[in-house]
């Protein structure tokens, strides 16, 4: 079992035997995905397509114009404030 310590601003590093068998190298983004009390840790790679389904909708199917809509009414309102 390997284990790694949390610093004060909230970091952690990732063994090396992890690393290594990740292919993990400087600068690549990972995810970190809940599951009760559990956390996955999930390297990115490849294009956004891969995160498919990472999201879920409130409703399916999504309405995507009702979305679009609420976001230009958010934007015409904070415009109007002055925000």
Known sequence: ??????TRK???TIPKPIRDQLGLEEGE?????R?????LLKVLRGSILD???S???S???EDFLRIQ???KKSIARKAGAGA
Not at 1 to 6: D, G, H, Y
Not at 29 to 33: D, H, S, T
């Open 1 to 6: 079992m390997l284990k790694s310590v949390v």
């Open 59 to 61: 409703a399916r199917p």
């Open 35 to 39: 599951q009760g009390d559990e956390v």
């Open 10 to 12: 909230g970091q952690v």
């Open 29 to 33: 983004k990972i995810m970190f995905i």
């Open 51 to 53: 995160l498919k389904g």
């Open 69 to 71: 809509r609420t976001i």
């Open 55 to 57: 999201v879920r909708p």
